[in-house]
């Protein structure tokens, strides 16, 4: 019997169950089939994750319809649909950087070829739901620090910006006050 991401016995390998911002992620889900996907959002809001969006047929070409912290994508599609589905989920970008994809794989040479197609991290099918959530933790984990370091990052220019412009305002003001200073004009009474 597999354990239960609830059994207190194991809560350190599903750290991520109890952690609130992990379960603020929104998470889609890429399956050819439906009927396997109810149970992968079955475990996952098991595991406390409250936004799980619904896969579209990855076959499709319909674009997710929000950006999403974190993509499940089941490479199990006829070839080359997977790999295509993973190269539009990475360019769908919306201006950011792409959202992390757990690349779900079946077959020998899937993982190598997940993974140079951009895939951040894979997990081959069947896979231990533990497991799975730990992967997912520790890629959500990832991007929110990516996105606190781009956004650290974007105040710093900011005040750099500022900076500098108060800096040549100075400057300005400087190279006047010598000018006058060097070559006084008439005085104004």
């Given at each position: 019997?597999?354990?239960?991401?609830?059994d207190?016995?194991?809560?350190?390998?599903?750290?991520?169950?109890?952690?609130?911002g992990?379960?603020?992620?929104?998470?889609?889900?890429?399956?050819?089939?439906?009927?396997?996907?109810?149970?992968?959002?079955?475990?996952?809001?098991?595991?406390?994750?409250?936004r799980?969006?619904?896969?579209?047929?990855?076959?499709?070409?319909?674009?997710?319809?929000?950006?999403?912290?974190?993509?499940?994508?089941?490479?199990?599609?006829?070839?080359?649909?997977?790999?295509?589905?993973?190269?539009?989920?990475?360019?769908?970008?919306?201006?950011?950087?792409?959202?992390?994809?757990?690349?779900?794989?079946?077959?020998?040479?899937?993982p190598?070829?997940?993974?140079?197609?951009?895939a951040?991290?894979?997990?081959?099918?069947?896979f231990?739901?533990?497991?799975?959530?730990?992967?997912?933790?520790?890629?959500?984990?990832?991007?929110?620090?990516?996105?606190?370091?781009?956004a650290?990052?974007?105040?710093?220019?900011?005040?750099?910006?500022q900076?500098?412009?108060?800096w040549?305002?100075?400057?300005?003001?400087?190279?006047?006050?010598?000018?006058?200073?060097?070559?006084?004009?008439?005085?104004?009474?």
């Amino acid at each position: 019997m597999s354990p239960s991401v609830h059994d207190p016995a194991v809560a350190p390998a599903c750290e991520g169950s109890t952690d609130a911002g992990a379960h603020e992620a929104r998470i889609l889900i890429v399956h050819p089939m439906p009927a396997q996907v109810r149970p992968l959002e079955g475990l996952l809001r098991s595991a406390g994750y409250t936004r799980v969006c619904d896969s579209h047929p990855a076959g499709s070409g319909a674009p997710p319809r929000a950006p999403f912290d974190l993509v499940l994508l089941h490479l199990s599609l006829p070839d080359p649909q997977g790999f295509d589905a993973l190269a539009r989920l990475l360019d769908e970008r919306g201006g950011g950087p792409p959202p992390p994809v757990l690349a779900i794989t079946t077959g020998p040479g899937e993982p190598w070829l997940a993974l140079q197609a951009g895939a951040r991290d894979c997990i081959s099918a069947p896979f231990d739901p533990l497991e799975l959530l730990a992967r997912m933790h520790h890629l959500l984990q990832a991007q929110r620090a990516h996105r606190a370091l781009l956004a650290h990052q974007h105040t710093l220019q900011r005040r750099l910006q500022q900076r500098t412009g108060d800096w040549l305002v100075s400057t300005s003001r400087c190279r006047a006050l010598t000018a006058l200073l060097t070559h006084p004009g008439p005085t104004v009474a």
